[in-house]
Nanobody, 126 residues
Framework: QVQLVESGGGLVQAGDSLRLSCAAS????????VGWFRQAPGKEREFVGA????????DYADSVKGRFTISRDNAKNTVYLQMSGLSPEDTAVYYC???????????????????WGQGTQVTVSS
């Protein structure tokens, strides 16, 4: 089994940067991809970006391209979401998720992710 734990959320001001971490443990060899999603109050959970575990292929939502960057540290089994140029519209609970035991994945499709972290709150004040 794989477990995911997010950290790094908090309260920041508009224009600030913040880095979220998603630490994976357990059978990490089963991970195909790790995605980041967010859910604002009253809205559906939406795709932010994702990285394929083995080859590092990246994909981002249009709303965050150029501002958010996903990276990974294989030695630490950790995926990062570096966020810059934050605005109040980025306020949400951010989740990381893993697609495991898969040969392919549609990055933006929630149903393709099998395991979810507990989420971390990011609040951006104006």
């Amino acid at each position: 089994q794989v477990q995911l734990v997010e950290s790094g959320g908090g309260l920041v001001q508009a224009g600030d940067s913040l880095r979220l971490s998603c630490a994976a443990s357990g059978r990490t060899s089963a991970i195909f991809a790790v995605g980041w999603f967010r859910q604002a109050p009253g809205k559906e959970r939406e795709f932010v970006g994702a990285i394929t575990w083995n080859n590092g292929r990246l994909d981002y939502a249009d709303s965050v391209k150029g501002r958010f960057t996903i990276s990974r540290d294989n030695a630490k089994n950790t995926v990062y979401l570096q966020m810059s140029g934050l605005s109040p519209e980025d306020t949400a609970v951010y989740y990381c998720a893993a697609g495991v035991y898969r040969g392919t994945i549609v990055y933006a499709r929630l149903a393709d992710y099998d395991l979810w972290g507990q989420g971390t709150q990011v609040t951006v004040s104006s």
